[in-house]
Structure formats: C-alpha cells, structure tokens
C-alpha cells in the first residue's frame, strides 16, 4: 500500500500588506511550535500562503548595509521597508509578484533546509518552464533566466518549521527594483514572465501553475478548502479542522 501524501492546505491571502501577511505566518507557525512543545490541545497545521503584497522592500538578516537614511530614501518612493528575521539580502515585492510561504515542518516531508531550498527554487523553475521559459539556478541565490532574476528566495527556520519563501515576477513593474541592489547582486537584473514573453502573465493565471509544480516537487497533496477567503476565521485552525471534519 503507498503512504499517504502528506496534506498542504493552500490559503490566498489575496492582496495584503506584509505586515499583515507576516501575522499570518506567525500563526501558523506557532501552531507547529506549540505542537513541538507539547502544549495541550496544539495540532501544527501545514499551509501554504499566497500574497501579493503592497509595495515593500524587505531586508534579511545578514544585510547591515540599509541605514536609516537609506530607508527614509526608499520609504519615499511610495514602498514600505521592513528589516526581516529571513535569510538573504535587500529585496522588493509588490504587485504582480507571486509570493508563497510555506508554513510547513520539514520534518513531515523528510527534508533538511538545503534539499528545502532545492524544492523551491525548482518550483519556480518549473513554472517557468510551463511557459516555455528556460530558468535554471546559479551560484548566485535565486532562479534566473539567463542573467535575468526571475524568482528569489529568502527563508527562515526555526526547530524545521519554515517561514518566509519565494517570489517569482509575473507582471512585476521592475522599475521598483532600480532603487536597490537586488539581494546584493551588483550589476545583475531583474525580469518577470510577462517581460520575458512579451505578453501580460498575471498572478491569478500564475498560481496554478506554481500549485502543480510545487505539489510534484514536494510529494503532497494540496487542498484548496481555505483557498479563497478575506474571513481570517474561516482559515484553516486546529477548530475550523475538527468543525470540517464533523460535517
């Protein structure tokens, strides 16, 4: 008999600040962590954010290089600026970018941080490949297509819970990434789908793409129950779980 593939559920979260989205993940991972540390009644949940976010551009851990003046400078382009407890440097989100966050326990998927890594970034690979798009890896972090960055990664783990994830450029204005040295690459530049196939690719046509790669990668079987809800109290917690299971 074959094992059962272990259960993601997708949740759109839609367009929403990083802040707000940041919550979410927190939610979810304390789920995980409160399991970990066998507090009563607690039952991790794996999950699989979507967002586009507002316009912002986030730092990592290992960037220092962003000052306050710095900052002030990009607030006022119209972007918001957050320094981040994820991996990598200085980068930009905003409209028309995918960004998924998998809020998941390694261990539930048998997988250390790197071979994680390696899921992720061949995700996004793979969707690009859908559109006939030829994007590899480098020795540089992210995927790429040529010299052109298409998707970047940037996560966090705590005890193999993840957070943070990947973003990959649909229909990306990426004017917005003139303002910084995108994860510290210089003279290396941005793309999207759309530039690359000199045709609009949004994100609504993007996601199931993405779900059926990441679903292959991974090994798991998605559920899109949650998929599409601005209810927070409809999500997917160990309650709304047991309530769906009941009916």
């Known amino acids: ?30 789920y995980h962590l409160d399991e970990l540390a066998s507090r009563p009644y607690a039952q991790g949940i794996d999950v699989l954010l979507l967002v586009e976010h507002n316009p912002v551009y986030t730092v990592g851990l290992r960037d220092k290089s962003y000052s306050k003046e710095d900052e002030e400078k990009l607030r006022a382009t119209g972007a918001e600026f957050h320094r981040t407890n994820r991996g990598g ?27 994680y890594v390696c899921k992720l970034e061949k995700t996004m690979i793979d969707t690009c490949g859908f559109y006939g798009l030829k994007a590899t890896t480098t020795k540089d972090t992210g995927v790429w297509i040529e010299d052109r960055k298409v998707g970047a ?13 990947v973003s990959l450029n649909c229909n990306t204005d990426l004017t917005w990434f003139d303002h910084i040295v995108p994860c510290g690459l210089e003279g290396k530049t941005t793309t999207s789908l759309s530039k690359e196939l000199q045709k609009k690719v949004c994100i609504t046509q993007t996601i199931p793409v993405f779900l059926k790669a990441f679903q292959e990668r991974f090994g798991c079987e998605l559920t899109e129950m ?17 309530k769906a299971e009941v009916v």
């Open 1 to 30: 008999m074959l094992a059962a593939r272990q259960l993601v559920h997708v949740i759109n979260l839609q367009r929403m600040g990083f802040v707000c989205a940041f919550d979410v993940q927190m939610r979810y991972a304390r």
């Open 89 to 115: 440097l200085i980068t930009f989100h905003g409209p028309g970018q995918l960004v998924a966050y998998p809020i998941i326990n390694l261990k539930h998927f048998k997988l250390g941080m790197r071979d």
């Open 153 to 165: 990664v940037g996560i966090h783990g705590s005890r193999f819970i993840t957070t943070h994830g």
């Open 226 to 242: 949650f998929l599409v809800t601005q209810d927070h109290n409809l999500m997917p917690t160990p309650e709304n779980l047991r």
